[in-house]
């Protein structure tokens, strides 16, 4: 799959503490999906751990997050949420 662009439904952001990731819905080329990103790719994109500010910086970031969130889209199983992880980083 070669999507071009993600639209984040900024309404759809999720802190979620107990799993450590920061979910969300989106689109990409007209059909809508969930995404997980892990607390993992905040850290590595900021040089901080997430402590009660995930979303400021999800949102510091979000441009790669995009990116990086496109590029688990592509490798994905296409079934729950798409997980975003630090190998999906470029």
Do not use: H, W
Not at 36 to 48: C, I, K, R, T, W
């Amino acid at each position: 799959m070669a999507a071009n662009e993600l639209e984040i439904d900024n309404n759809s952001l999720l802190d979620n503490i107990d799993e450590r990731q920061v979910e969300f819905t989106g689109e990409v080329d007209g059909d809508e999906y969930e995404f997980a990103v892990q607390y993992d790719v905040l850290e590595a994109l900021s040089g901080d751990a997430p402590d009660g500010d995930a979303i400021d910086m999800f949102n510091r970031f979000v441009d790669a997050i995009s990116e990086a969130s496109l590029a688990a889209l592509s490798r994905g199983n296409g079934t729950g949420a798409i997980v975003v992880s630090e190998n999906d980083l470029e």
